[in-house]
């Protein structure tokens, strides 16, 4: 389980490892949701239909039921990228690791230009395996394709804690610093930066 961040400045963060219950609240960001809504003007109409169905049970918080649009629509589609990286995220909620990383290989087999958002897919899910130098690779792999500056706050933060457990702290920091230029995770970077202040006893650097 990944240490608690122990800042007590109004967002005290638990990100735990493990199994997601099902159907239970996920953490995960919400545009990773709309990826297939780019491709979907070369959707056809039923699995357009099927997607947005998907996707609104994802927002939902209602996940296997998600699971079962995706899996409607890919029965029928079985080349369309974006219904595998969905799927993927509803499967990663439910702590169905392995088959969620199944499905973003296929749909990185299928649409290398969605290889940004995968490649963050595809970290996440080995976060949550426990293999946090897989992950890392990848998140460092998905920001060498300039992914806009809204991913790329959210991997380098993403990254720098995994840094931070691997107790890599001065790569962390480099992370955290560029992080917190982010409006809405400057809060949360500051506070990883103080933490590392204080593990490495800096204590001129708590924030």
């Keep these: 389980m990944r240490r608690i961040v122990w800042m007590l400045s109004g967002s005290l963060l638990l990100a735990a490892q493990g199994a997601a219950a099902a ?37 939902k918080g209602k996940y296997r039921e998600a699971v079962r649009k995706f899996d409607a629509a890919l029965k029928r589609y079985p080349k369309i990228a974006g219904l595998y990286q969905n799927r993927s995220i509803a499967r990663m909620a439910l702590g169905e690791y392995d088959a969620a990383l199944a499905d973003i290989n296929k749909a990185l087999s299928l649409a290398p230009d969605m290889a940004a958002i995968l490649y963050w897919n595809r970290a996440d899910c080995y976060s949550a395996m426990g293999k946090p130098d897989l992950a890392v690779a990848d998140y460092t792999h998905a920001l060498t394709l300039k992914p806009d500056a809204e991913a790329r706050a959210h991997m380098q933060l993403k990254r720098g804690r995994l840094l931070v ?42 924030i």
Excluded at 31 to 48: D, E, F, G, N, V
Excluded at 171 to 185: G, I, R, T
């Design 23 to 59: 159907d239970a609240p996920s953490t995960l960001p919400p545009l990773q949701w709309y990826i297939s809504k780019t491709h979907r003007p070369h959707m056809p109409h039923a699995a357009a239909r099927l997607d947005s169905q998907g996707i609104h049970l994802l927002q």
């Design 165 to 206: 457990d691997m107790n890599k702290y001065d790569e962390a920091s480099k992370d955290f610093m560029q992080v917190k230029d982010y409006k809405p995770l400057s809060a949360q970077a500051y506070s990883e930066l103080s933490y590392i202040a204080t593990m490495k006893r800096d204590f001129t650097g708590c």
